[in-house]
């Protein structure tokens, strides 16, 4: 099967490194896969190809577009969109080239603009190009539905997968742990908290602040770790000023984008983040799968993946007082952590597994060429 996928951006983020997952899936099961992308800094290019695309390239976001991604749109059979601007571009280039049949589009978060009226008009017209839509979680395909205004009989739920034997490997190799603390300056006995998330105001990072702000006085061992940046803002630069607002600077390390983040998951204890919303978040799986209790927030999709009390604890949003009483809680309690991070772990394997991800999509990428073929 020729499959091409176009995305936003091929910089680190939940889609790419979803979209990443599936190529090599993909790849190693014999499929020909292309990757487009419309913008950034294609950071994971390089990934991609390692990953088995045969072609990964940048074809923009201007009047050129169609022009660009037209020689990719005539060899596919399957063109796979990820990502809202990828979702529109794409599926007006793939019916111009005449491979709507073969068309299907992959949601990965809530898109908040899809509430205004105007975006969400136009995205119903849209959205109803593609042949199936994907969303990682019922919560989205709710949201879809009702503000992309897309048909409920076109959309399909696949959650997100997840190979957790990286994570499962990190965690257990203590040699491991203790030198990614000696590098990143944290002492045997400090409690970590670490959130891997852009910068970005989904993610609310000053309420995350705040919170560790309040921990800390009563729990000087405390640390948060901050993994990630903001290549479209200046999201962490404004985090970082608050931090010395707060005056953090001993108690929060801004460690910035990292490539081995199941090595700097297991040196941590907690995983927290403060999320406004969230489609999925790919982000706690791996930290489930290191065997890591989380602290996040009762919106969106999260309570479909951290079950509260069993295997983390969830707030609500823009509650600082909230999370920070959630994240003491775990602080002085060694034993809660360990038991909520190993019914974690036991849950990912159970419903989050990578080769179900795959296969699920490749699936529906056959139902969807079986249609084509059948003239329906």
Request: glycine residues 8%; proline residues 4%.
């Amino acid at each position: 099967m020729k499959v091409l996928h176009v995305i936003t951006t091929l910089d680190v983020g939940g889609a790419e490194m979803h979209l990443l997952a599936q190529v090599r899936g993909q790849a190693s099961r014999g499929h020909e896969v292309r990757v487009a992308y419309l913008k950034g800094h294609g950071s994971l290019e390089s990934d991609f190809r390692a990953a088995g695309a045969r072609d990964v390239v940048r074809v923009g976001s201007g009047p050129g577009l169609f022009a660009r991604l037209w020689p990719h749109l005539r060899w596919a059979q399957i063109v796979h969109t990820h990502l809202l601007k990828a979702d529109m571009a794409g599926a007006l280039a793939a019916t111009l080239a005449g491979r709507r049949a073969g068309l299907i589009a992959s949601k990965h978060n809530d898109e908040r603009v899809l509430e205004r009226p105007l975006v969400s008009l136009v995205h119903g017209l849209i959205g109803a190009l593609p042949q199936r839509t994907i969303c990682l979680s019922d919560h989205v395909a709710r949201y879809i539905e009702r503000y992309g205004r897309v048909r409920r009989d076109k959309l399909v739920r696949i959650y997100y997968g997840l190979d957790p034997t990286p994570f499962e490997r990190a965690a257990s190799d203590t040699a491991a742990r203790a030198r990614v603390r000696e590098e990143l300056g944290i002492a045997p006995d400090e409690v970590v908290f670490v959130c891997v998330a852009r910068f970005a105001p989904q993610k609310a990072h000053d309420v995350l602040l705040r919170a560790h702000a309040q921990l800390v006085a009563n729990a000087p061992r405390a640390r948060l770790l901050l993994v990630g940046d903001d290549p479209f803002g200046d999201g962490r630069v404004r985090a970082e000023a608050l931090a010395r607002e707060l005056d953090l600077k001993e108690r929060v390390l801004f460690a910035g984008i990292r490539r081995d983040v199941p090595a700097v998951l297991a040196a941590s204890d907690v995983f927290v983040m403060s999320s406004l919303w969230e489609g999925l978040g790919l982000v706690f799986l791996e930290a489930m799968a290191a065997g890591m209790p989380v602290v996040s927030t009762r919106v969106s999709a999260i309570p479909e993946v951290v079950e509260h009390e069993l295997t983390g604890l969830l707030v609500p949003p823009s509650d600082v007082a909230a999370l920070c009483a959630a994240m003491a809680a775990l602080a002085n309690d060694p034993a809660r952590r360990a038991a909520l991070g190993a019914r974690g772990r036991e849950r990912v394997r159970k419903l989050f597994g990578l080769e179900r991800m795959v296969e699920q999509t490749l699936e529906l990428y056959a139902a969807v060429q079986g249609r084509a073929a059948g003239g329906r």
